[in-house]
């Protein structure tokens, strides 16, 4: 626990880009998830995974903004996605794999202890209306779309806008602790934006926000602590995983 709290408070080289360059990518990622809406509302109509298909679109129109716009070389090693080599990859993968998972667990048995009960992720609660309120069934396509959202398209394009530009980017301007907790708050801000999460009551306010800043706060320690945004991207897809499994559960 003092290692990470020691790497969080040690300031990194800026990156060669400006926090306003980095806020605008947090914009652009927003931008995206609503033009994604719209080519998903003009091709697909009123389905039950048009949600998840548009942010999928989204996050994929994130992605490719992100290695455009910061594609020269210095500013690819400042996303500090670089990796230690096959075998130390696999390990990490595996390791970050099971933190994530293992972490998403225990703030699941956290939520059911001050909520009132187990709910899905708000990019999930569609799928979960469908089930409990409208008596429905999840297609297969949904869940296809919930698996490519939750568990590869947002963990890579939230990781790369968050914590490969924005983090160190927030740090570098007002201080180690400052942007680390800056970064999880606009996190949990674009989560409240993004996928219109409710916070008209408590569960709502812990789903909703409560939830995303911790997520912010732990991938963000994971990206500090292992000076990788892979590593971070690869803790995120745990949390997806939990999810995707969870939802499966409350499907019955």
């Not at 939750?150 to 530009?165: K, N, S, Y």
């Amino acid at each position: 626990m003092r290692n990470i709290f020691g790497r969080i408070s040690a300031l990194e080289n800026p990156p060669p880009w400006s926090t306003l360059a980095a806020l605008g990518g947090v914009v652009v990622s927003f931008a995206a998830t609503v033009l994604g809406s719209f080519i998903v509302l003009a091709l697909l109509g009123d389905k039950q995974y048009k949600e998840l298909a548009a942010w999928t679109i989204g996050a994929v129109l994130t992605i490719i903004f992100v290695y455009i716009r910061f594609g020269k070389p210095e500013q690819r090693a400042a996303l500090h996605l670089g990796g230690g080599g096959n075998v130390v990859m696999v390990q990490q993968a595996f390791l970050m794999l099971l933190i994530g998972v293992g972490l998403s667990v225990a703030l699941d048995v956290v939520s059911g202890r001050v909520t009132s009960g187990f709910l899905p992720e708000p990019e999930l609660t569609y799928l979960y209306n469908a089930v409990t309120i409208n008596r429905g069934t999840i297609t297969v396509l949904s869940w296809i779309f919930a698996v490519l959202f939750m568990v590869i398209a947002q963990p890579i394009a939230e990781e790369l806008i968050f914590r490969g530009v924005l983090l160190s980017s927030l740090r570098s301007m007002i201080g180690a602790w400052p942007g680390y907790i800056l970064s999880a708050l606009l996190y949990a801000l674009f989560h409240l934006i993004a996928y219109g999460s409710s916070i008209s009551d408590f569960n709502g306010l812990w789903y909703g926000q409560v939830l995303p800043f911790v997520g912010g706060l732990i991938f963000g320690a994971v990206r500090l602590t292992t000076g990788s945004t892979r590593a971070a991207i690869l803790a995120h897809v745990g949390f997806g995983l939990f999810a995707v499994v969870k939802m499966l559960t409350l499907a019955g």
